[in-house]
């Protein structure tokens, strides 16, 4: 079955726009969470979705935002990126929340100049 | 949040077993132990997960002392594709429902041919 799809792989923005990146997760999976990864961080949650509700946010500020369709598809979208940014976005699905796996995407490679 | 500890590197000749320790002193009782692994420029790959009984999946074994407050994952013959950084991560409810990975900074296997 097809994994976790991430679009698109790579992204080049200039520093004040927004972008958006896109999450399908496999199909039946109805647990979306989101993380960004930094050679300094590491990999830090961003927040997660189910049931196209935002069920939990990490630690970061209110430029970082996303959503979930009725067909478990996401999206976040940063505004006003700032050179900080510029990271690994992963998003990973599970089939439900707590007791499963998750299935992690290739990630989108961010980068702000 | 609860945490994990993990040396920063082991090594593994081929083809022998590779045992991976990880503490999570602070372990509650609703919190799962996963294990991710990555390679360079992909993203996260599931290995295994448990509660409280050690697992077994085509992958690797994961043993889970008594008192929960460590694990061990064991890859029974360790092949070149096995060298990766490995995350021991607690899946903690974080309340309302709410279930988040929490990543360290893992352990880098690296396998000896």
């Known amino acids: 079955k097809a994994g976790v799809t991430q679009t698109p792989r790579y992204l080049i923005k200039t520093r004040g726009q927004q972008v958006t990146l896109s999450c399908s997760p496999i199909s039946g999976h109805r647990s979306v969470s989101w993380y960004q990864q930094t050679p300094g961080q590491g990999l830090q949650f961003l927040f997660e979705y189910f049931s196209e509700t935002q069920r939990n946010k990490g630690n970061f500020p209110g430029r970082f935002s996303g959503r979930q369709f009725s067909n478990s598809r996401s999206e976040m979208n940063v505004s006003t990126l700032e050179l900080g940014d510029s990271a690994l976005y992963l998003c990973a699905s599970s089939l439900e929340r707590g007791r499963y796996g998750y299935t992690f995407g290739s990630g989108t490679r961010l980068t702000v100049v | 949040d609860a945490k994990t500890t993990q040396p920063n590197s082991m090594e593994s000749n081929e083809e022998e077993p590779v045992h991976l320790p990880c503490n999570h002193s602070?372990?509650?009782?609703?919190?799962?132990i996963h294990w991710y692994r990555q390679l360079p420029s992909q993203g996260p790959e599931y290995v295994i997960h448990g509660l409280t009984s050690n697992v077994n999946n085509r992958m690797a074994s994961l043993a889970i002392a008594e008192d929960r407050k460590s694990s061990t994952l064991i890859l029974h013959r360790a092949t070149l594709r096995d060298a990766a950084v490995y995350y021991c991560?607690?899946?903690?409810?974080?309340?309302?429902?709410?279930?988040?990975?929490?990543f360290g900074k893992g352990t880098k296997l690296s396998v000896i041919p």
């Open positions: 602070t372990i509650s009782g609703t919190d799962y």
């Open positions: 991560i607690l899946l903690a409810y974080s309340g309302a429902g709410s279930y988040q990975l929490t």
